[in-house]
Structures are given as structure tokens and as C-alpha cells.
């Protein structure tokens, strides 16, 4: 399948089967994160793959709207950058999710995009916060994103370029 086609059919998976992820499949999908262009090739971006039930119960009560899918995942990458390393860490991190996001479509892994930066929980506690001391991260890291992923329930409908978007683009001037 074309790159284009694959970005097209690409969608945000929320629901899925119980069924657990292929390891070798979860390990391509942290490969190409890790390959994801970084500023200054720093390469401040790390992960943390979190498949205990209980856990992933807990990143779900990270935010207190958008992050309920972690509950039935199959797991979670916890995107974190090193901010002793690079000031450009939201850049680096979202450029792994993109990256993952696309592999995992490519493997027919559903993945969902979770923010955590600049969110809250439902108690009014920093999502970040809440991320870093469940996960005992350092307190040098900052949590991007988390990616939540398993075997979609049902697949998503492609997106369509011809009706969207088109008049976002500018040619030589705005
Ligand atoms: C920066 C960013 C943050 C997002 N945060 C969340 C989130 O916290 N929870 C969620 O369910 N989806 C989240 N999403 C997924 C978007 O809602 C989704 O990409 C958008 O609705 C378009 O749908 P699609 O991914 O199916 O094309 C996020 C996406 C991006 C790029």
C-alpha cells in the first residue's frame, strides 16, 4: 500500500478486543518512534510500554476527559522527553507519536493519541504529574503524550483528502 493510502486509512482506535499486541509487532512500532527525526539529532525522546492491567486502569485517570480508552488497552507507550537534553522535546516526542501512529496502522494495531502535557486529572492534578509519580519517571523528563494501543474492534473510516483541508494550503504567500 502507498504511504498516502496507508495516512488516509489511518484513524484515532478507542475501542478494542481483548486480544494483546505481538511483541515482535509492539517492537516495530517503538523502532519507529525511535526513528523519528529529532532537533539537532538530540534525540531526547524516550519510552515507557506499560501492559499491567491495573496500571493502564490508572493512565486512564491521568486526564479528566479523552484519556478512558487506557482501561481496555492492550497497552500504552508513555512518550516522555529529557528536558536536560533538549529544549525542543515537544517537537522530538510528537514527531515518535507520528511516527508510531503510521507504523501501528501499518500492522493493524489501532493506536489513539492521549495528551498529557498541558492536561489535567479529574482531581485538578497535573496529568504529567500524575504520570511521573505513577511510573516513578525522573523529575528532569517531562510526559508528552501516551499512545494507547490494541486490536481495533472495528477499523476506521478513511479519511478523504479530496474534501478536507485543501484550503489550508498557501502558495508563495498567505
Ligand atoms: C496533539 C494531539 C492530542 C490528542 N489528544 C487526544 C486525547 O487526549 N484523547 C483522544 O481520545 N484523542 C486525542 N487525539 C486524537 C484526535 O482526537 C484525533 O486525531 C482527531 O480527532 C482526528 O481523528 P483521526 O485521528 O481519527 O483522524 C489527539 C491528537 C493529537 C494530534
Redesign the pocket.
Given at each position: 500500500m502507498d504511504l498516502l493510502q496507508l495516512m488516509k486509512n489511518?484513524?484515532?482506535i478507542?475501542n478494542y478486543t481483548n486480544d494483546k499486541i505481538p511483541s515482535d509487532k509492539l517492537e516495530l512500532i517503538l523502532q519507529a518512534g525511535l526513528l523519528a527525526p529529532s532537533s539537532k539529532n538530540i534525540r531526547p525522546v524516550e519510552f515507557i510500554t506499560v501492559e499491567d492491567r491495573e496500571t493502564l486502569k490508572q493512565l486512564a485517570q491521568s486526564?479528566s476527559f479523552?484519556?478512558g480508552?487506557l482501561k481496555d488497552a492492550a497497552c500504552a507507550i508513555v512518550v516522555i522527553g529529557d528536558t536536560r537534553k533538549e529544549d525542543a522535546w515537544v517537537e522530538d516526542c510528537?514527531a515518535a507519536m507520528g511516527y508510531m501512529l503510521l507504523m501501528a496502522e501499518s500492522l493493524g494495531i489501532g493506536a489513539?493519541?492521549?495528551?498529557e502535557r498541558l492536561?489535567k486529572n479529574a482531581f485538578g492534578k497535573d496529568s504529567g504529574a500524575f504520570v511521573k509519580e505513577l511510573l516513578d519517571i525522573p523529575e528532569y523528563y517531562e510526559v508528552e503524550?501516551l499512545l494507547s494501543l490494541g486490536i481495533p474492534e472495528k477499523k476506521?473510516e478513511p479519511?478523504s483528502w479530496e474534501t478536507e483541508e485543501t484550503g489550508k494550503i498557501h502558495r508563495e504567500r498567505f
Open positions: 489511518r484513524r484515532s478507542r486526564k479523552g484519556s480508552m510528537s489513539c493519541w492521549v495528551q492536561r503524550a476506521g479519511r
